[in-house]
């Protein structure tokens, strides 16, 4: 525990998947999306309804999650139990990076599918390559109660989310660079999009696959069917938590609700800034550029607090300041200017709040069993807002706004953060056999 070379192939995950969270989910293919279901000869529709442009995307990224509620749990409770761990890891990290790289093919007047065609296909690529984002998430968190001690989880979590943030600023400069030479915006947005695949598949393979190490488990690999050993493994580990583990359940509960919040913030912000405020699309690259440099620091910043205050407060007060900025987005957001205002606070607490949840889940789970919790807790990890999402979305298509629909979203971080002050740490940890000696509670 606590290898150096493994640590740093561990947290240049982080940095591998940063281009596919920042440029495709957050920065790109939304507005991208956006633009072609707008400019499309018939409105698109989906089992017979009429969906309009801006709930296309958001309602694709719901998909895909629910499909991760269904599989994630699954796929980790195999992992746990078999020698695949790092195997599934790169095989969804592919699988996902090389949907993204075909996101290049999607452009209007496609050939034989035009351009509704289009936006079908490319939402289709999304579903899968988010798909695979959170599997190969669910493999990655699980590695962490595994090559690290508990009491430098915050600190390493930290350090890796802020990689992560470094890694999406320097692939969105290079596409802000692009954007700005080239004539053909979406030609330029396109090569981007790809360019992010390219990026997660090549720092996937130079680094995680070449220095983590996979554990054999402590249980004999089963004979019998995986897939039935996965559902009812599932099945059990819901009862244990009920039973057994009632303050790590509470806890994941409140992470589900307050991260679903931030996660449907990244999901719309970039469509929300082009169609309510009229930002361009180099524009929204610069805004989404700083936030990614100025949430280097923050993830940092929170990993400092988390050493003084402990995660839980610290994860807390991140949430009071997401609450004042969608209040703020509401009630006064109105130019480019305020918008990058306020993106230096949401940057602040953006990495965070994020990495100091992973770090506190990891201390309240019980050993070999990571992968499995883990698939529990990447429902509404980065880019895996389903409820948020549904319900943002929801709201464009009743109200035709994004502005209303974004104030709703309050209501998830101030449930959240009460559903957090009822967390008792300690007994959360000692419920799951772990030890909380040097764990700043």
Sequence with gaps: MNDKREITGWMMYDWANSAFSTTVVTALLGPYIQSLAESAAEPFRFLGATIQPGA???????????LQVIFLPLLGAIADYTALKKRMLLAFATTGAVATILLFFIYEDMPLAGTGGAVALGSLLLIIANLCFGAAIVFYNSFLPQIVSPDRRDEISSKGWALGYLGG??????????????????????????GAGVWWLVFTFLYPRRRLVQRAPARQRPETNLFRHGVRQVVTTLGSLWREYPMTLRYLIAYLIYNDGIQTVIVVAAAFATSELGVDAQTVLLLVLMIQFVAFGGALLFGRLAERMGAKRAIMLSLVIWSGIVIYAYAFLANAVQLFVIGVPLALVLGGSQALSRSLFSQMIPGEHEAEYFGFYEISERGTSWIGTFAFALAVQLTGSQRIAIVALIIFFIVGLLLLSRVNVRQAIVEAGNDPSGVVL
Excluded: H
Excluded at 56 to 66: D, G, K, M, R, T
């Design 169 to 194: 600023g320097l692939y969105l400069l290079l596409n802000l660079a692009l954007l700005v030479l080239m004539d053909d915006t979406a030609l330029a947005v396109r090569i981007s999009l790809a």
């Design 56 to 66: 296309i995307y958001p309602f694709a990224v719901s998909l895909s999650v629910i």
